[in-house]
């Protein structure tokens, strides 16, 4: 799926500075404690907040399908330009504002909630979306 600007979204700062936090992230990235935490039942996974999609990828190993969701469309095209994998699939969307309907098996974030304006409501429907 491509990932294309919609222009109801608010402009962000991580647009400004795309390749400088993949930079940093790739220094600093590290999935094992997801890994090390997934649930037995692997077929649909959800990160918040992918950034540039590195811990997607390491979670497309284990996982029927993963949705990467960023608010930043500049970190999404890197994210979607290292991805190869097929079960990938990426969403520019607001995560206080999450359009989704399923139940997902995983859900996962980092350093996310710092930014979000309303929380308790966030967690309220991350909840409503797992399994």
Do not use: W
């Not at 390491?58 to 949705?67: E, T």
């Not at 995983?106 to 979306?129: A, C, P, R």
């Amino acid at each position: 799926m491509d990932v294309t600007p919609n222009q109801t979204l608010e402009s962000n700062h991580f647009d400004q500075v795309a390749l400088e936090y993949h930079f940093i992230s790739t220094l600093f990235h590290a999935s094992e404690f997801y890994i090390d935490n997934m649930p037995q039942s692997r077929t649909l996974a959800l990160e918040l907040g992918c950034g540039s999609g590195l811990l997607v990828k390491d979670l497309a190993q284990y996982f029927d399908l993963v949705i990467g969701i960023d608010l930043s469309f500049e970190l999404l095209s890197i994210a979607q330009h290292n991805s190869t994998k097929r079960n990938i699939m990426y969403l520019l969307m607001n995560i206080e504002n999450l359009g989704l309907v399923g139940q997902f098996d995983y859900i996962v974030s980092s350093n996310v909630f710092h930014h979000l304006s309303d929380v308790e409501s966030t967690l309220s429907v991350i909840k409503s979306l797992l399994k």
